[in-house]
Nanobody, 127 residues
Framework: QVQLVESGGGLVQAGGSLRVSCAAS????????MGWFRQAPGKEREFVAA????????YYTDFVKGRFTISRDNAKNTVYLQMNSLKPEDTAVYYC????????????????????WGQGTQVTVSS
């Protein structure tokens, strides 16, 4: 059974930093691309960042470029999202997801292309 478990969310002031993690089990982690999405109340789930299975390629949506960094440790079956210079509009539930056989931005930015999802972790940025 595949499980993706996010952790590391919380409350932070604007301008602060958080690192969220996603631990995977039940799959061959080194063979899946991983993505981070977020969903704010009343809004659709949106793409944040993705990393291919080797870690050789990373993709970001424009509103987090230069502030967020996605990385992975295949030895620990974990993907990370380091979030710096946080803004109140970054407040959302952050979800990680795993995708088989997808390695381009066009595919990885689309939620329906992912095979597995975590339950999410709340990130709240106060002004």
């Amino acid at each position: 059974q595949v499980q993706l478990v996010e952790s590391g969310g919380g409350l932070v002031q604007a301008g602060g930093s958080l690192r969220v993690s996603c631990a995977a089990s039940g799959l061959t982690f080194s063979s899946v691309s991983m993505g981070w999405f977020r969903q704010a109340p009343g809004k659709e789930r949106e793409f944040v960042a993705a990393i291919t299975w080797t870690g050789g390629n990373t993709y970001y949506t424009d509103f987090v470029k230069g502030r967020f960094t996605i990385s992975r440790d295949n030895a620990k079956n974990t993907v990370y999202l380091q979030m710096n210079s946080l803004k109140p509009e970054d407040t959302a539930v952050y979800y990680c997801a795993a995708a088989h056989f997808k390695n381009t931005l066009g595919l990885l930015k689309t939620p329906t292309n992912y095979n597995y999802w975590g339950q999410g972790t709340q990130v709240t940025v106060s002004s």
